[in-house]
């Protein structure tokens, strides 16, 4: 089920992203942000969507 949704949603999520960042965060920027709190801590205790894209 998750798998067919992925392949649906894949080819809109770039269009998703550039256009909502406070709603739409990828897997990529999700990690990236996790790897950059770790090392440099985060301004805030509780990240949403639009603060993980700006790390």
């Known amino acids: 089920?998750?798998?067919?949704?992925?392949?649906?949603?894949?080819?809109?999520?770039?269009?998703l992203s550039g256009h909502?960042?406070?709603?739409?965060?990828?897997?990529?920027?999700?990690?990236?942000?996790?790897i950059k709190a770790a090392r440099e801590g985060a301004p805030k205790r509780v990240l949403e969507s639009l603060d993980i894209n700006q790390l």
């Open 1 to 15: 089920m998750y798998h067919l949704l992925y392949d649906i949603t894949a080819p809109v999520l770039p269009l």
């Open 20 to 34: 909502f960042p406070k709603y739409v965060t990828t897997t990529e920027q999700l990690g990236r942000a996790m």
